[in-house]
């Protein structure tokens, strides 16, 4: 009997058949069924920043607290960075191994272990917490597009849309109350990070009824990341040879890198220009606001406007705008220039998301399309955070940092004007 695609694992690729790995066909979910769905998926993307999001607002108490040099500090950002891109490879046989849905309830336990561990008075406990969190949040952060292609196929837009929003809503949460939550603690930065993990385990929560459901994937599968499949379709590894594969590969890397940088550095910018740690943490949470709505708006435009590269040019400009600003006047014009921050920032990494899923055409191909450019492109970001740290402490100013991201979205609008164009991956169309 022909193994449905959709049977197969959707992150990686099997190569017999094996039972669907969520329990019921789409078509029987009932409306319960499918809102608690989409609620564990949602509830956990929201914890996908808040790990790295939190570090920012009290970088400056981390380094005060331990003595540590900026380049060292950045790599309390920069580690779970890394670890995004390398542990994304781990993605395929981990779902392999799990399922989806196990495999995402899994994530918050080590999430939440992770983030806890920083409660550790020692630096190889706040370390080694930091690993714990990137890798949790990697492999979450590869099958959540895979998720939503199987799950929602013809909801794909407003899912990519919403999951994008909350991982907006989940750094600007971070971002916004870590430092008040210090203040509120005595002054401890470690508990202020520690009660980040309170969240994650309300999502594993949320995710446990599909864990339950899920049956185990058939053990007699066989691993075929880089075998071709029964019907002949191209492998995993000549995803590294197909230009639209490249495309957004370079478009999320690129915008990560920024991303992040702008995460890490952005707080201490303004607090170097005089704003207060308070101030400077809640305009970096107030940049979120337009970014979710932008993460709401964009991926539906990405599908109807034309030209189809539209969208990441206007998110280039934006952002390039923001650096400008921030550049000349960055405490008189800040809300100005943190509202389009935002604006670019949003549309740029709902765009890199959304052309994850809208460039494959089923949920084997999102897989490998996930892995691939959230495995090379966040071990580029991760050159983001160190990177501008290097160069700020160099040159002691913030000119030449910013002018190297504004260099980078050079690369940026190539790589999301290649990504936008109508056609899949490893095909002619």
Same mark, same amino acid.
């Given at each position: 009997?022909?193994?449905?695609?959709?049977?197969?694992?959707? #992150?990686?690729?099997?190569?017999?058949?094996?039972?669907?790995?969520?329990?019921?066909?789409?078509?029987?979910?009932?409306?319960?069924?499918?809102?608690?769905?989409?609620?564990?998926?949602?509830?956990?993307?929201?914890?996908?920043?808040?790990? *790295?999001?939190?570090?920012?607002? !009290?970088?400056?108490?981390?380094?005060?607290?331990?003595?540590?040099?900026?380049?060292?500090?950045?790599?309390?950002?920069?580690?779970?960075?890394?670890?995004?891109?390398?542990?994304?490879?781990?993605?395929? %046989?981990?779902?392999?191994?799990?399922?989806?849905?196990?495999?995402?309830?899994? +994530?918050?336990?080590?999430?939440?272990?992770?983030?806890?561990?920083?409660? &550790?008075?020692?630096?190889? $406990?706040?370390? +080694?917490?930091? #690993?714990?969190?990137?890798?949790?949040?990697?492999?979450?952060?590869?099958?959540?597009?895979?998720? #939503?292609?199987?799950?929602?196929?013809? &909801?794909?837009?407003?899912?990519?849309?919403?999951?994008?929003?909350?991982?907006?809503?989940?750094?600007?949460?971070?971002?916004?109350?870590?430092?008040?939550?210090?203040?509120? /603690?005595?002054?401890?930065?470690?508990?202020?990070?520690? *009660?980040?993990?309170?969240?994650?385990?309300?999502?594993?929560? %949320?995710?446990?009824?599909?864990?339950?459901?899920?049956?185990?994937?058939?053990?007699?599968?066989?691993? /075929?990341?880089?075998?071709?499949?029964?019907?002949?379709?191209?492998?995993?590894?000549?995803?590294?040879?197909?230009?639209?594969?490249?495309?957004?590969?370079?478009?999320?890397?690129?915008?990560?890198?920024?991303?992040?940088?702008?995460?890490?550095?952005?707080?201490?910018?303004?607090?170097?220009?005089?704003?207060?740690?308070?101030?400077?943490?809640?305009?970096?949470?107030?940049?979120?606001?337009?970014?979710?709505?932008?993460?709401?708006?964009?991926?539906?435009?990405?599908?109807?406007?034309?030209?189809?590269? @539209?969208? !990441? @040019?206007?998110?280039?400009?934006?952002?390039?705008?923001?650096?400008? $600003?921030?550049?000349?006047?960055?405490?008189?014009?800040?809300? *100005?220039?943190?509202?389009?921050?935002?604006?670019? &920032?949003?549309?740029?990494?709902?765009?890199?998301?959304?052309?994850?899923?809208?460039?494959?055409?089923?949920?084997?191909?999102?897989?490998?399309?996930?892995?691939?450019?959230?495995?090379?492109?966040?071990?580029? %970001?991760?050159?983001?955070? !160190?990177?501008?740290?290097? /160069?700020?402490?160099? +040159?002691?100013?913030? $000119? /030449?940092?910013?002018?190297?991201? $504004?260099?980078?979205?050079?690369? &940026?609008?190539?790589?999301?004007?290649?990504?936008?164009?109508?056609?899949?991956?490893?095909?002619?169309?």
């Amino acid at each position: 009997m022909e193994t449905r695609e959709s049977d197969r694992s959707a #992150v990686g690729g099997t190569g017999g058949p094996s039972r669907p790995e969520h329990p019921g066909d789409r078509s029987a979910r009932t409306p319960v069924r499918t809102a608690v769905l989409a609620g564990g998926l949602l509830l956990t993307a929201l914890n996908l920043r808040p790990g *790295v999001a939190s570090i920012g607002p !009290v970088l400056s108490s981390i380094r005060d607290d331990l003595g540590l040099p900026a380049s060292v500090a950045s790599l309390l950002t920069t580690i779970p960075i890394v670890a995004f891109g390398a542990f994304a490879f781990l993605t395929p %046989a981990l779902t392999r191994r799990f399922g989806m849905h196990r495999l995402l309830g899994l +994530t918050m336990l080590a999430l939440a272990a992770g983030i806890a561990l920083r409660l &550790q008075p020692s630096l190889a $406990g706040l370390f +080694t917490g930091t #690993v714990l969190v990137g890798a949790a949040i990697a492999v979450a952060n590869v099958v959540m597009p895979a998720a #939503v292609k199987r799950d929602f196929a013809r &909801q794909s837009g407003l899912m990519m849309g919403l999951y994008s929003t909350a991982l907006f809503v989940g750094a600007a949460l971070a971002s916004g109350l870590t430092a008040p939550l210090a203040s509120a /603690v005595g002054g401890s930065w470690r508990a202020a990070l520690a *009660v980040w993990a309170i969240p994650a385990v309300v999502a594993f929560g %949320a995710v446990l009824p599909q864990m339950v459901r899920a049956p185990r994937r058939d053990p007699r599968t066989r691993e /075929v990341a880089d075998v071709p499949s029964e019907r002949g379709e191209p492998t995993f590894r000549a995803l590294f040879k197909d230009p639209v594969a490249i495309a957004v590969t370079t478009l999320m890397g690129t915008q990560s890198l920024a991303y992040y940088a702008c995460l890490t550095w952005l707080p201490t910018l303004l607090q170097d220009h005089g704003t207060d740690q308070h101030t400077a943490g809640w305009l970096i949470a107030y940049s979120a606001f337009p970014g979710i709505v932008a993460a709401l708006l964009v991926p539906g435009m990405a599908r109807r406007m034309r030209p189809t590269w @539209l969208p !990441v @040019l206007l998110s280039v400009l934006l952002t390039g705008a923001a650096y400008l $600003g921030l550049g000349t006047a960055p405490v008189a014009g800040a809300y *100005v220039w943190m509202t389009l921050l935002g604006l670019g &920032q949003g549309a740029a990494i709902s765009l890199s998301l959304t052309y994850i899923v809208l460039r494959s055409p089923d949920a084997r191909h999102t897989g490998h399309v996930s892995t691939m450019a959230q495995g090379v492109g966040y071990l580029f %970001a991760g050159l983001g955070p !160190v990177g501008i740290g290097l /160069v700020h402490t160099l +040159t002691g100013g913030w $000119g /030449v940092p910013l002018l190297v991201l $504004g260099a980078l979205l050079l690369l &940026q609008l190539a790589g999301g004007i290649a990504a936008s164009r109508d056609r899949h991956v490893l095909t002619s169309r």
